[in-house]
């Protein structure tokens, strides 16, 4: 919350993440998660299209989600 800069990538493909990514995979797997996938693996590890993943982010920022302001 400082404002760091880390640079995560995804796990399975080591593509470089965006803070949403993040945030999509804390909500979706594991809050206390400190390694991620991109929306793309994580599609796949939950049978889950990436639209309804990315919809999945705007219903969360509209909720206030903290992790994903
Ligand atoms: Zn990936």
Known sequence: MSGDKINYNCIRCGAPLSTDEIGL??????????E??????????LSVSVDELRSRIEYFRRMGCILFL
């Open 25 to 34: 995979y804390k909500k979706m797997i594991n809050r206390g998660a400190v």
């Open 36 to 45: 991620f996938m991109c929306i793309e693996c994580l599609s796949r590890e």
